[in-house]
């Protein structure tokens, strides 16, 4: 499975932006997709992610109320829609895609960069 990030930028607090991930390769064996992100001289932490064939979804509580997760199947995409930024959500967002629940997560995409000036 192959994974291409998109969709970064420089965005002022309360504004948006969506970010785009797109799968290739062994698509099929996809169990969920989650974004995860990390800030300068901080950890990466998970931020969402979607089951890939029931489409439930998970964020945590950081992020709720503000962002969404979504896929499009016939596309093999998910999105990541991040509303009312704030400067703390600032990080390099990644994507990544799992093949079962009890798996880590082992494809990766390359990150995007999101940056909320204050």
């Known amino acids: 499975v192959q994974l291409q990030a998109s969709g970064g930028g420089l965005v002022q607090a309360g504004g948006s932006l969506k970010l785009s991930c797109t799968a290739s390769?062994?698509?099929?064996?996809?169990?969920?997709m989650g974004w995860f992100r990390q800030a300068p001289g901080k950890e990466r932490e998970f931020v969402a992610s979607?089951?890939?064939?029931?489409?439930?979804?998970y964020l945590v509580n950081s992020v709720k109320g503000r962002f969404t997760i979504s896929r499009d199947n016939a596309e093999n995409m998910v999105y990541l829609q991040m509303n009312s930024l704030k400067p703390e959500d600032t990080a390099v967002y990644s994507c990544?895609?799992?093949?079962?629940?009890?798996?880590?997560?082992?494809?990766w995409g390359q990150g995007t960069q999101v940056t909320v000036s204050s």
């Open positions: 979607i089951n890939w064939s029931g489409g439930s979804t």
């Open positions: 990544a895609a799992r093949t079962d629940y009890n798996r880590p997560y082992a494809y």
């Open positions: 390769g062994r698509t099929f064996s996809i169990y969920d």
